[in-house]
């Protein structure tokens, strides 16, 4: 009879659960898989989603483990900690992308409307919590700001409504369900409300009245746009506006 002490969660990227099994008698003490836990939400954050596991099957093999519980089939089993925690951190990181689709999920729009919405968002979350909502810059492009995920998945759209369906990602990336993928981001249930005010607040408005926001006299966008792509406009200067914003 052999146990197995399983520490579990979910890598969204590669579209698979993950786990790391601790079936050697000398990994089974209990100080040591406190360490492990511990170092994973020291890496990871708090509030990590992790679930945990003891099971006794026939062998220490993960096999064994797919035999006694059918939950355990199609689970990536990963080597060491470091991988494990690897894989976590990539989907602890919101992209601007995963904004987008998450907005996509409550209404349609346009392209157009879309980057609106997606800077916005960015825009309170930066300006009432002093950090970024995720890890893109925002760009000063001529119909305003941009963020390049977004713009590279949907730019071939033109006019046409987008909803949460569409996807032309030249990468092919697997993506998790929108919503999830948020929560599962370090410090998601915030950024989650934060993006829902901007969604009731700015929701129902057309891509031409965003754009009108976007591109008053002294607002980040206004201050920065060049006629050259691909120039960023700086976290300080987009605080600086939208503090004072009415």
């Known amino acids: 009879m052999a146990r197995h002490f399983v520490i579990m969660s979910s890598s969204y990227t590669e579209g698979k659960r993950i786990a790391l099994d601790y079936s050697k008698p000398e990994q089974l003490d209990s100080k040591f898989l406190k360490s492990q836990i511990q170092k994973i939400k020291e890496h990871c954050g708090e509030d990590v989603s992790i679930s945990t596991h003891f099971v006794e099957t026939e062998t220490e093999d993960w096999k064994s483990l797919e035999k006694a519980d059918s939950f355990f089939k199609d689970?990536?089993?990963?080597?060491?900690?470091?991988?494990?925690?690897?894989?976590?951190?990539?989907?602890?990181?919101?992209?601007?992308?995963?904004?987008?689709?998450?907005?996509?999920?409550?209404?349609?729009?346009?392209h157009l409307k879309l980057e609106k919405l997606v800077y916005l968002c960015y825009a309170e979350y930066l300006t009432k919590e002093n950090e970024k909502l995720f890890s893109d810059d925002i760009y000063a492009f001529q119909f305003g700001p941009?963020?390049?995920?977004?713009?590279?998945?949907?730019?071939?759209?033109?006019?046409e409504e987008l909803d949460d369906d569409t996807d032309i990602n030249p990468q092919n990336i697997l993506e998790m369900p929108s919503l999830s993928r948020i929560l599962f981001a370090r410090m998601g249930i915030k950024k989650m409300i934060y993006i829902n005010q901007v969604i009731n607040n700015y929701g129902n408005y057309t891509a031409g009245q965003l754009v009108e926001i976007t591109h008053k006299k002294d607002t980040p966008w206004e201050k920065?746009?060049?006629?050259?792509?691909?120039?960023?406009?700086?976290?300080?200067?987009?605080?600086?506006?939208?503090?004072?914003?009415?």
Not at 147 to 153: A, D, G, I, L, S
């Open 146 to 159: 941009v963020v390049e995920t977004v713009y590279e998945n949907y730019k071939q759209s033109g006019r």
């Open 75 to 110: 689970v990536y089993v990963v080597n060491n900690i470091t991988e494990f925690i690897r894989l976590i951190m990539k989907d602890r990181e919101l992209r601007g992308i995963d904004v987008a689709k998450y907005i996509l999920s409550k209404i349609k729009c346009t």
């Open 224 to 246: 920065t746009y060049t006629g050259e792509t691909y120039t960023i406009i700086d976290d300080e200067t987009i605080k600086e506006y939208h503090k004072n914003e009415k």
